[in-house]
């Protein structure tokens, strides 16, 4: 039988938000390649060969997974939410090379943690958005800011990926108070923390009351545009911006 790679996505954490298409993957699997955590979600039976790796050896892992294909084997590479953000799905693509053409790679997507948040915590994400990756291990963080400030003067409704981690804790708190100048201090923010897990809290406050410890590298970080609100227990960011000035300040 030739060998195949899926790069899949396991959801942001529960089993239910597995999708049947990643499940039928991981069912015909011989190998299940990723980082420690990720690979732990799979149960093990025999015939199933798990290769947990460390989080900095993402180029390795990938390359392990596409000579295991190359020889016949099937291979799963899991992340967690979805292979594409911010995950092993560029990773593979990265180390294809002309001669893969031929072997079968696909990636299968998954339920990323922002839109899983999102919906726990109503719409806050409800027009037009971004996703940022707070940390600043594959990119300069100059250009964190960069990208932080122009999405909040664009008035973006805003997710914020690996928000804050113990080796970098002071760059959130920069971020607070880059988003505090730019949206000001009664825009809302929520933190969603292990979402879909047994850990899962979610609290929305305004800019003016965050404080950095409310997220760590479990936590996306969700900020509404300028016209965000409450409905009850909910956040959103609603459907439509009026035609007029920017209602976040800058000249249409
Ligand atoms: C390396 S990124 C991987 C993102 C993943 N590929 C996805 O699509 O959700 C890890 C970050 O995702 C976010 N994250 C992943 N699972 C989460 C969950 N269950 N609840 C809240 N945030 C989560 C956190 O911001 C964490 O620092």
Same mark, same amino acid.
């Given at each position: =039988? ?14 239910? =938000? ?49 000579? =295991?294909? *190359? ?25 294809? %090379? ?31 958005? $971004? ?51 730019? $949206?000001?201090?009664? *825009?809302?923010? %929520? ?6 897990? #047994? ?14 410890? =409310?997220?760590?590298?479990? %936590? ?9 609100? *409450? ?10 911006? #009026? ?10």
């Amino acid at each position: =039988m030739s060998g195949w790679v899926k790069v899949v996505g396991l959801g942001p954490g529960a089993e239910t =938000m597995v999708t049947p298409e990643v499940t039928a993957a991981l069912d015909a699997a011989t190998d299940i390649v990723g980082y420690i955590p990720y690979v732990a979600r799979v149960a093990p039976r025999a015939g199933l060969t798990l290769h947990p790796s460390d989080n900095r050896v993402e180029a390795e892992r990938a390359r392990a997974a596409l000579d =295991m294909a *190359r020889a016949g084997r099937r291979v799963v590479v899991v992340s967690s939410g979805d292979p594409g953000v911010f995950a092993m799905a560029a990773a593979v693509l990265e180390v294809l %090379t002309p001669a893969d053409d031929t072997l079968d790679v696909q990636v299968l997507p998954g339920i990323t943690a922002m839109l899983a948040a999102a919906a726990r915590a109503g719409a806050p994400l409800g027009h037009d958005f $971004c996703a940022i990756n707070l940390s600043d291990n594959l990119k300069p963080w100059a250009l964190v800011e960069r990208r932080l400030r122009l999405a909040a003067e664009a008035d973006f409704a805003m997710a914020f990926y690996n928000p804050r981690s113990k080796s970098r804790p002071e760059g959130f708190a920069k971020v607070l108070g880059i988003l505090r100048d730019a $949206c000001g201090p009664d *825009r809302l923010i %929520t933190f969603a923390r292990a979402v879909s897990t #047994p850990d899962e809290r979610l609290v929305t406050v305004t800019l003016a009351e965050a404080r950095p410890e =409310m997220a760590d590298m479990r %936590t996306v970080v969700l900020v509404t545009n300028s016209l965000g609100r *409450r409905a009850g227990r909910f956040v959103y960011s609603p459907r439509s911006v #009026p035609a007029g000035p920017d209602p976040a300040g800058t000249p249409a």
